[in-house]
């Protein structure tokens, strides 16, 4: 460096903004599935309990950003 140039930090090249849910959505055609009601009965599970043992699991792996 010769005297008299300033050295600049280098600077990180602007991310491209991710579609949001609901475009990605759009994008592929997705419809609703409605309120969730009909998925969200323990009827659908194998043994009593293992949906709130789901949703659980579900809730402490999207905080701790792994789903």
């Known amino acids: 460096m010769t005297s008299g140039e300033v050295e ?4 990180p090249a602007p991310r491209a903004r991710r579609p949001s849910l609901e475009e990605q959505a759009q994008e592929r055609g997705t419809q609703p599935i409605g309120d969730g009601e009909f ?7 194998a043994e009593p ?9 579900l ?6 950003g792994i789903a």
């Open 39 to 45: 998925y969200a009965r323990d009827e659908l599970f």
């Open 59 to 64: 809730y402490e792996s999207r905080r701790a």
């Open 49 to 57: 309990g293992e949906l709130k043992d789901f949703l659980e699991f």
């Open 8 to 11: 600049h930090p280098a600077v």
